[in-house]
């Protein structure tokens, strides 16, 4: 017989000696945390994104694409987890992999939050040029510079823009572009404007 799904304690009859409840009590009362949790998970993905579009990282790109492939790890395994419990089957481990991984999107995205809000380091100018831009619609509409990279071992940097910054560059301008260290060392974008 497996671990009750409410306490994880060990029970060798359909009711479990420990929090009185029978196994389908158990998996009922397992779920409905297991969607609250799952809902706290998907609330940390949002403030995610809306962080990364308060405090842009020069690596925006590349930090969203990390959060992408954590946001479908963390929701196959609570559906992996959520199939085990409806066939009764053990879940102890599985459910502590998916209580670690909860939490991991609203670490994120303080930690993006407090790189840039609490950042008092002197913000640099770069100059460049602009090499491209691009936009995509949607909730969340993502608007890109794609300008020259002032760093080494990077061909181009994709910089977060708004709307108005976006309209107002073109391809071949040159563009100054603020950036600041961070808090925590992530590099941010604070602003683009002309020379
Ligand atoms: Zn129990």
Known sequence: ???CLNCGADRDSDVCGFCGLDSSAAEFLLRRRLLNRTAFFLLGALAFVVASTRYPALDVDEILIF???LFFVTLGVGIWLERRVLQHAEVEALKR?????IPITWLLAALLLGNGALDTSRPHLE??????????????????LVVVSWREGHR????AVDSGDFDRFSYGDTIEVKVQDGLVGIP???GVSHP
Not at 156 to 159: L, S, T
């Open 1 to 3: 017989m497996t671990r």
């Open 97 to 101: 992999v998916y209580y670690g991984l």
């Open 156 to 159: 181009v940097e994709r910089i």
């Open 127 to 144: 100059e460049t040029r602009v090499v491209g831009k691009f936009a995509m619609r949607g909730p969340v509409p993502t608007r890109r």
């Open 67 to 69: 959060i992408g492939v």
């Open 188 to 190: 941010w974008v604070a």
